[in-house]
């Protein structure tokens, strides 16, 4: 695969390059679908790499992790934070209004209702360029959403692109029970429903990041038929073939996988598919989760580079002059 890292990630805590909130006060009623709007005067999402890292593997991924997770690592496992997440190179998840210490903000939305309000009160932080859809079978993404993703998933992005934001789309494998059930034999396999009602796709044709849930395929029972990679690859290839400027994530989680050395295997598995991960770290303050994820960050090998590439460099705000 040939080296790409993200063009889109302004410097850390720079502000907006210029006020955007006249804007955003604008018109949060429903939008039409639209392409994401990558390349932006033709020039690729994902630029080459840089040779100039620091050691250890903090160069060579993009990750996101919730803030609250983020903090507890930062006290419990400090020398494997800074081993392995670069701050440029960090996406930080939480509520609208969360200000990042480090890294880039993530105003997290489960439903596209919620972004619209959000938008219409000026909720989301003025420092905050990127907005995460995290749609799943839970309450939290409305009924509606949960049987027409493809629809609201372009509605949630043009809404977000059309007010200055980039996007982060990542359905939930679930979904498709609420809208795909009917579709397919009873007996279809889960990972396998979501890629052949092409949620890959839609979410990369509309996005400017699509990360693939794939934790749910990081469990012990899948392991030998390496599932987790087969899943990852699968859903990368669709959604390139549907969009190749689309920026992929994959997901990893301490909560699925059998022990910290199966979580790094599925991060090798991944590491030439996808140019970054979402880290999840249910019950942090357990101290079999801190331990699990502190082994984890420390097992990463250095010196390989993700998808190809050396190490990751950022470029100059993508938003500047528009």
Request: glycine content about 8%.
């Amino acid at each position: 695969m040939a080296a790409v890292l993200l063009a889109l990630v302004p410097a850390c805590s720079s502000g907006h390059p210029r006020d955007n909130r006249s804007a955003r006060g604008r018109g949060s009623g429903r939008g039409t679908a639209s392409t994401s709007p990558s390349p932006r005067g033709g020039r690729d999402l994902l630029p080459a790499a840089s040779w100039s890292c620091q050691p250890g593997v903090n160069g060579a991924e993009f990750w996101m992790i919730n803030q609250k997770e983020l903090s507890v690592l930062e006290t419990v496992a400090p020398t494997q934070v800074r081993y392995a997440f670069r701050h440029e190179n960090l996406f930080v998840l939480g509520r609208p209004g969360h200000i990042a210490r480090v890294g880039q903000a993530v105003a997290v939305f489960q439903s596209y209702a919620a972004l619209r309000k959000a938008i219409a009160a000026h909720r989301i932080a003025p420092t905050t360029h990127w907005v995460l859809y995290d749609n799943e079978r839970w309450p939290a993404t409305t009924p509606n959403e949960q049987r027409h993703p493809w629809h609201y998933e372009a509605l949630f992005a043009a809404l977000a692109h059309r007010h200055g934001y980039r996007v982060i789309l990542a359905p939930a494998q679930d979904l498709v029970f609420g809208f795909g059930q009917a579709r397919l034999p009873p007996a279809t396999p889960t990972w396998r429903r979501y890629l052949s009602l092409r949620l890959p796709a839609t979410s990369a044709r509309a996005a400017d990041i699509y990360e693939i849930q794939a934790q749910a395929n990081e469990v012990p029972t899948f392991r030998p038929s390496g599932l987790f990679g087969r899943f990852v690859r699968a859903a990368a290839a669709q959604a390139k073939a549907a969009n190749h400027h689309i920026a992929i994530f994959a997901g990893l989680s301490t909560g699925r996988a059998g022990s910290p050395a199966q979580m790094i295997h599925d991060f090798l598995a991944a590491r030439n598919l996808v140019v970054g991960y979402w880290l999840n770290i249910p019950h942090l303050s357990r101290g079999v989760s801190q331990r699990w994820a502190r082994q984890f960050l420390d097992g990463l090998p250095a010196g390989a580079a993700a998808a190809g590439r050396t190490c990751a460099r950022l470029p100059p705000n993508p938003r500047a002059g528009g």
